[in-house]
């Protein structure tokens, strides 16, 4: 059992310093080692082997962890491993704050130390971590009071941006970013919201009620866009039969594409394609 113990006074920039931002980009393979202090690891890419207490996690991009003081890690395997460790000292931080809600600390279950940041939750940590690092290389008070608040927000944004590593909830633009992309590739076949979010495990009202806030328009509506403007496009440059244009635009019935082409252009399809082939190619099949 190695007793490499990492001591405050080589990491902080003065007995006043509460954190400070160890950029390891790379993180190198590093020994078995407990600290004085303690660590919040962001894994921004690459990936390894993180062993904390004797437990191997296969660590990559958006993996979290809360390591203690007491605790015993090392890295190993890595492979372009980039993540940022903010080590803090517990004891130095002055701001009234539920610390212990915010920072899981050693009565916490190492299995609720290790959680999962969402992408977009990695874009603003990564905002907020540089600031942090930026404010935490100077020593006067003033600097020192601002690199707590600016911890506070990191810890505080964590939480937000935060899963359990076996949960599936995804954030709700992440439930949108993948509904968008369904539709598209639906644009030809049939859409079942019921389906999709069941394979998904999502939920359906939620979701609907999401889409209809952020689009303007109801989910339904939106693919009938997506497929009237594919529509529009194969007429304008395509040679297919309307019947054809109709089946690759997610139509199984050609007069009831017709009929919503012309409640939504005031126009027949069959119109709509004359008016711009007509004068390039007056030979043009119609079917
Ligand atoms: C190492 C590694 C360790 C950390 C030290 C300060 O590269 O990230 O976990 O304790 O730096
Ligand atoms: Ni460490």
Redesign the pocket.
């Known amino acids: 059992m190695s007793n490499l113990k990492?001591d405050t006074t080589d990491y902080f920039l003065s007995d006043k310093n509460a954190i400070t931002v160890a950029d390891r980009h790379p993180q190198p393979a590093f020994p078995t080692?407990s600290?004085e202090f303690n660590?919040l690891v962001i894994v921004w890419r690459g990936n390894g082997l993180h062993i904390l207490n004797d437990v191997p996690y296969a660590i990559t991009c958006g993996d979290l962890f809360y390591?203690n003081a007491a605790d015993r890690?090392s890295y190993e395997s890595v492979n372009e491993l980039e993540l940022d460790n903010i080590l803090y000292c517990r004891p130095r931080l002055t701001l009234f704050s539920d610390w212990d809600a915010l920072l899981p600390g050693e009565n916490i279950q190492q299995a609720q130390r290790y959680w999962r940041l969402s992408t977009p939750g990695m874009s603003v940590l990564r905002r907020e971590v540089d600031a942090l690092a930026r404010e935490c290389m100077k020593t006067d008070p003033l600097s020192i009071m601002l690199s707590e608040a600016l911890f506070l927000q990191v810890a505080l944004l964590l939480k937000r941006f935060r899963h359990a590593p076996d949960s599936l909830l995804l954030s709700d633009a992440e439930q949108l970013d993948l509904l968008l992309m369904a539709l598209r590739v639906s644009i030809n076949e049939p859409f079942r919201m019921e389906k999709f979010c069941q394979q998904h495990q999502l939920n359906a009202r939620g979701l609907k009620v999401l889409f209809k806030q952020q689009t303007g328009i109801g989910v339904n509506q939106y693919l009938r866009q997506l497929r009237l403007c594919k529509a529009m496009d194969l007429l304008r440059h395509g040679q297919q039969t309307i019947g054809e244009v109709a089946a690759q635009c997610g139509f199984d019935d050609s007069n009831y594409f017709s009929v919503v082409f012309n409640q939504s252009f005031g126009i027949s399809p069959r119109q709509y394609r004359q008016r711009f082939q007509k004068k390039n190619n007056p030979s043009l099949r119609d079917g």
Do not use: G, I, S, Y
């Open positions: 990492l080692h600290h660590e390591v890690h």
